[in-house]
């Protein structure tokens, strides 16, 4: 599993590694299998900023279904998410399907962003 926690300005994020699968939705289908079997294992009541790096991937219809599917194991976890990745027509699907999921309950908590750090930055302000 690609995906791992790391820490920016002192705090904790979980990264989504969907970055750099190209068109293998192979990896893509493995790494979303791995993240919901991780998720599983955290304790209830643990909440982390969550960052979904889909750069250099594209994302198939099935893919993007996954997505919503990934969203919905991580959801309760999740206080922002932040969506990385080239603006293209996917990104805007990827980012309107998993936003269904989330944007429900916390609106104002998902964002998307072409560079990674200002994805990190947003992450852990304190708004």
């Not at 791992?4 to 990896?27: L, T, Y």
């Not at 750069?55 to 996954?66: G, K, L, N, P, V």
Request: with cysteine; hydrophobic share 45%.
């Amino acid at each position: 599993m690609k995906s791992n926690f790391i820490e920016h300005r002192g705090q904790k994020i979980f990264v989504q590694h969907f970055d750099g699968f190209r068109s293998n939705a192979a990896a893509v289908f493995g790494e979303a299998a791995a993240i919901k079997k991780s998720v599983r294992a955290w304790p209830e009541g643990q909440k982390f900023p969550l960052l979904v790096d889909i750069h250099d991937t594209e994302m198939s219809a099935e893919a993007i279904q996954m997505s919503k599917d990934t969203a919905a194991a991580t959801g309760p976890h999740m206080t922002r998410v932040a969506i990385v990745g080239k603006p293209t027509p996917t990104l805007r699907m990827v980012f309107n399907s998993i936003a269904l999921c989330i944007n429900r309950a916390q609106p104002q908590r998902f964002f998307a962003y072409e560079e990674l750090e200002k994805a990190k930055d947003w992450l852990v302000e304190t708004t």
